[in-house]
């Protein structure tokens, strides 16, 4: 466990306040389709503007569906398969897929997101945090990656580190109800504490 702790302290400030110093261990990746980051950015903007929940909902499914995207069809069937296997929670199954996925394509975000999610779900959270590291590298914005985070610190009884990355997910999409429950739910947990 204090394993696990130095690397979450260590890894956190590393991808979340300056992801340009992790960027050492993964390729940050352009767009082959100089419109697809274009709409990606446009979507971004208006997810932050969005102030109706369901508006922004729709707004972050469209995100999400450029997300699991990687350009090629083998890897978005790996992708396919990989999900398959982690609804049966066959998480070994959906780790072999995932693990050619980021082999395959390093610079696929969504598919590093994926297995921080499988490791995740499987309590390997020193992996999780490895993973999600490299998602945050790749695309700094992926809110599903920083909730990720968020929950691991949680988790590991991180409050403070938690609210951190729980804020960072609101910069990028304001109207997240989850977020703002956990953001409120900590802030009150954590002003308890300092009583």
Not at 86 to 92: G, L, P, Q, T, V
Not at 110 to 119: L, M
Not at 125 to 136: P, S
Not at 144 to 162: C, N, P, Q, T
Request: glycine share 4%; proline share 4%.
């Amino acid at each position: 466990m204090r394993y696990l702790l130095a690397f979450c302290l260590a890894l956190f400030p590393a991808s979340i306040v300056s992801p340009a110093v992790a960027a050492e261990s993964v390729a940050v990746a352009t767009p082959a389709d100089p419109q697809e980051g274009s709409r990606i950015d446009t979507l971004f903007s208006e997810l932050k503007r969005e102030r109706n929940e369901k508006s922004a909902e729709r707004i972050a499914a469209r995100i999400w569906d450029s997300w699991s995207h990687s350009g090629s069809a083998s890897i978005d069937l790996m992708m396919m398969w990989s999900k398959t296997a982690m609804d049966a929670r066959k998480f070994d199954v959906a780790l072999d897929f995932l693990d050619q996925v980021v082999t395959l394509q390093p610079d696929f975000a969504e598919g590093w997101n994926r297995r921080a999610t499988v490791h995740f779900m499987m309590q390997n959270y020193a992996k999780a945090l490895a993973d999600i590291n490299a998602t945050l590298v790749l695309e700094p914005r992926h809110f599903g990656a920083l909730s990720g985070l968020a929950e691991i610190m949680k988790a590991s009884d991180k409050k403070e580190l938690a609210l951190k990355a729980w804020q960072q997910v609101l910069e990028i999409y304001p109207m997240m109800r989850s977020a703002q429950n956990q953001v409120a739910t900590l802030s009150e947990e954590l002003s308890g504490e300092g009583i």
